[in-house]
């Protein structure tokens, strides 16, 4: 199976490339989909019907989930990688509800499902095919509402991705648009009489010819995957209709795909472009129409404009991810940039280490080289920090890129829930496991003290307990040597972060703190640390000790 180039490998449906057959996805300029016989001249087009076309009105509004939900940690899962129900050996929506008895006690509060709606390309699910329906490989819309139903009883809310740039070449819609240039679709989808010239995008023309020879559209990931024009209202029109026909299930929010693609302006303009914000400002008015729900955009290279309340209001933090894991590595330059960030970047940031997509790295374990002890610093230093923070399926017991795999789907293995593949299914897996799964597995590890994931359960118990670390304020950052030390404050609660990314025991001179207060030890990574409060002095100062490569939570108290 050939592998992608790097820079086609940017962004989640790029995997088309490469994952699946050419003939299945028309990738690389086929018409995969399409009847090939050209209509006459000024024939009108095929009229396929549309099923996830038309008004969806504003419904159900409610939410069941407490306040601040949101701020909680969230788990991204690759449904097919996570539990298997029925033994095809492909994960699916029953098995997902399956373990959400294991989420509720890792203590996540959130999940994102990566694409679930019906999709061409039967993987990664970024070629969506129809809009309102469940991709059968995962079940049934009932088996759906049931996750819905199923998640909220255990206090954990449900986004799932939109994928709003573009569709699969394979959606009505583009089938309709594509065959005749007088379509009363085809305005849904960018055309251009002649081929432009000039353009460039992932290295890549972006100009695909019609298969009924009338015209060429635009694709800028692949010919798979032609793009939406987001300059017609209605397209606009047409997923905000699908939004509120899942938000009306109940669904609590969505995760937005390749927000730096919508809208282009020409061959040198054409990412993050202005328009772009107003698209997903207008989504994000419609999400908001109901009560507590959370959206957010994945674009990377623009990552915090996208965060801006005027746009999406949250975006991925792909601009802290890099210092995050090399802080964990002892770097004192990172160790400075994971100390800034939030003093400047939107707390709707949402942090991440690592996710489905090769340009966010390997997983974790493997981008470490399985090194526990940086393994554990890097979790405790997004899960402390201000932002929604996402877990990648596995990451809380250390599974390691995929065995014999190379690109995204190294990254998108089935979960390693026992040493063999049993634990995921009973039938033979849709692909190979973690190449560490015989050691690092959920059921090896799940109980054991100073296990992967009992670090993380810890740190959740910790984030979902003391409300200024889930949500307060970033206060008095600071770094003494290889000690990175800040505050939350939430109301009257305060807390103090130490993390000291050294190899070395130190002792910290935490200044700044109200004189005769108190510092509470509320958690520690490290069995060695003490478990005595901490006297400030009559100057506001504390003196810390911290031992190697350990973090530490104190209630500032007085
Ligand atoms: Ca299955
Ligand atoms: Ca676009």
């Not at 959400?100 to 019906?118: E, S």
């Not at 109940?250 to 995760?255: N, Q």
């Not at 596995?394 to 014999?404: H, I």
Request: net charge neutral; with cysteine.
């Amino acid at each position: 199976m050939p592998q992608a180039p790097m820079q086609y490998c940017r962004l989640s449906r790029l995997l088309c490339l490469s994952a699946v057959s050419a003939s299945l996805l028309a990738c690389g300029g086929g018409s995969g989909g399409l009847t090939s016989a050209p209509p006459p001249a000024n024939d009108p087009g095929t009229n396929v019907a549309v099923p996830d076309l038309g008004t969806v009105a504003v419904a159900n509004t409610v939410s069941t989930l407490p306040a601040g939900w949101m701020n909680g940690a969230f788990m991204e899962i690759y449904v097919r990688g996570y539990k298997d129900s029925n033994g095809d050996g492909k994960g699916d929506l029953q098995g997902l509800i399956s373990k959400l008895d294991y989420l509720k006690d890792l203590g996540v509060t959130g999940i994102w499902l990566m694409p679930v709606t019906d999709s061409a390309d039967k993987d990664h699910g970024y070629n969506v095919k129809n809009y309102r329906a469940i991709e059968t490989d995962y079940g049934s819309m009932a088996d759906f509402d049931q996750l819905l139903v199923q998640a909220h009883a255990r206090g954990i809310g449900v986004i799932m991705d939109y994928v709003i740039n573009h569709s699969s070449n394979e959606h009505p819609l583009f089938k309709n648009a594509a065959s005749s240039a007088a379509n009363a679709q085809r305005d849904f989808y960018v055309w251009q009489a002649s081929k432009p010239s000039g353009w460039s995008i992932y290295g890549k023309d972006p100009w695909y010819a019609s298969p009924y020879a009338n015209g060429y559209y635009f694709a800028g990931f692949v010919a798979g995957v032609p793009d939406f024009n987001l300059k017609n209202t209605q397209v606009e029109t047409f997923h905000h209709d699908n939004l509120r026909f899942w938000l009306n299930k109940g669904l609590d929010g969505l995760r937005f795909d390749a927000v730096g693609n919508l809208v282009e302006n020409g061959p040198s303009a054409w990412e993050s472009q202005p328009e772009n914000h107003g698209v997903m400002l207008r989504a994000q008015q419609v999400v908001q129409a109901y009560s507590q729900r959370y959206m957010v955009c994945e674009a990377p290279a623009a990552s915090q404009a996208f965060a801006a309340p005027t746009s999406c209001g949250s975006a991925f933090a792909f601009d802290l991810k890099d210092a995050l894991v090399n802080a964990a590595r002892g770097n004192a330059a990172s160790i400075q940039a994971v100390s800034r960030y939030f003093s400047t970047a939107p707390p709707t940031m949402a942090t991440l280490l690592a996710n489905h997509d090769t340009f966010a790295g390997d997983r974790l374990w493997t981008q470490l080289g399985g090194n526990v002890a940086q393994y554990k610093l890097a979790a405790a230093s997004y899960l402390l920090m201000p932002g929604t923070p996402f877990i990648y399926y596995g990451e809380e017991v250390g599974m390691a890129n995929g065995q014999g795999l190379t690109g995204d789907w190294a990254l998108r293995t089935p979960i390693s829930w026992t040493a063999n593949p049993s634990g995921f299914s009973t039938g033979t897996p849709y692909r190979n496991g973690a190449t560490n799964a015989t050691t690092e597995n959920v059921q090896a590890q799940a109980g054991v003290p100073d296990s992967l994931h009992s670090h993380y359960k810890a740190l959740l118990a910790v984030r979902n307990s003391l409300p200024s670390i889930a949500r307060g304020s970033y206060v008095a950052p600071f770094v003494s040597g290889q000690v990175l030390g800040y505050q939350r404050h939430w109301g009257s609660e305060k807390t103090l972060v130490l993390i000291n990314y050294g190899s070395s025991a130190t002792s910290v001179n935490v200044t700044g703190l109200a004189a005769g207060a108190s510092l509470v030890p509320r958690w520690a990574s490290s069995a060695n640390a003490s478990g005595a409060s901490i006297p400030v002095d009559s100057g506001g100062s504390a003196s810390v000790p911290l031992p190697a490569q350990s973090a530490a939570v104190y209630q500032i108290q007085g």
